[in-house]
């Protein structure tokens, strides 16, 4: 287990930025282990991710708050501050698809994410025995279409009752109203079946297919109040040909869902992602 501190950092870009920060980290007797920094020369942006040994260094998270004020005053700075060593709580939503679910459920076991899965909600009971295999609490709570504010309401008492930090869509086929989503900011992630933003809403294999396209893909967002529309985590593609049928481009595409969604679910937890201007820097 890493014991080490992370700090995100976005501002307006401008000198003394990377001195100033690696000066006070040197000052607490910090060992700098990674640090990674992005100019976005258009909007005039610096943003950047420094990770340390904790090992030596003398500042509690509330000291290092306290000391680092004047820093993120003088150079207008929004900042975070977070620990390896905790486990972010993830809750994850799923419909009737299963391989998604099925491969974060393997990674997390197999201590690929370092995090802790108290929940699995689903609106569908057909994933109950994949959670049960993996002993994980399964909820089923269906939505109907004149009952949905009745089952989020049941969602986000379960998700505040088990102090959840993330969400993840794998596959959950429902449209989260705007009060849900502002529950949890940038902190709800979703699969995507298609090369964002092409072929967005729903059946976007079926689309990809009568079109003809040669690439088919899948994308990893944060959802927002506009559908498929959030900051892009992660993306990836596969060739097809004129001899696949849409059967070929789901079962393709669905080798690609699991691996992109796996990745920004990785990343979320290892605070290497910040957002900005409805994009995503993903640090190394």
Wanted: proline content about 4%.
């Amino acid at each position: 287990m890493k014991n080490t501190a992370i700090l995100l950092i976005s501002c307006p870009d401008q000198k003394g930025l990377v001195a100033t920060i690696a000066e006070f980290l040197f000052r607490h007797d910090a060992n700098i282990l990674h640090a990674d920094q992005h100019q976005d020369s258009e909007l005039g942006l610096f943003l950047m991710r420094v990770e340390w040994d904790l090992q030596g260094f003398n500042l509690s998270t509330n000291d290092f708050e306290t000391l680092f004020a004047p820093i993120v005053e003088k150079f207008s700075m929004h900042w975070s501050l977070a620990l390896s060593s905790y486990r972010p709580k993830v809750a994850i939503f799923v419909s009737r698809y299963d391989h998604c679910l099925a491969d974060l459920l393997y990674r997390h076991q197999a201590g690929e994410l370092n995090c802790e899965i108290p929940l699995i909600i689903s609106n569908h009971s057909d994933t109950k025995w994949l959670a049960d295999a993996y002993g994980i609490p399964f909820q089923h709570i269906p939505v109907h279409k004149d009952a949905k504010q009745e089952a989020e309401d049941m969602q986000v008492a379960l998700l505040h009752h088990h102090h959840i930090d993330l969400i993840v869509l794998a596959r959950y086929m429902q449209v989260l109203s705007p009060d849900f989503i502002r529950h949890y900011p940038s902190r709800i992630i979703n699969i995507h079946h298609s090369f964002l933003p092409a072929f967005n809403g729903a059946k976007p294999y079926h689309r990809a297919f009568e079109r003809g396209v040669k690439l088919i893909g899948a994308t990893s967002h944060y959802v927002t109040e506009i559908l498929d529309d959030g900051p892009i985590i992660e993306q990836d593609v596969t060739r097809i040909s004129h001899r696949d049928a849409i059967e070929n481009l789901i079962q393709r595409g669905s080798d690609l869902e699991k691996v992109v969604l796996s990745r920004a679910v990785r990343w979320h937890i290892e605070n290497r992602i910040l957002l900005y201007a409805n994009k995503t820097v993903v640090f190394d």
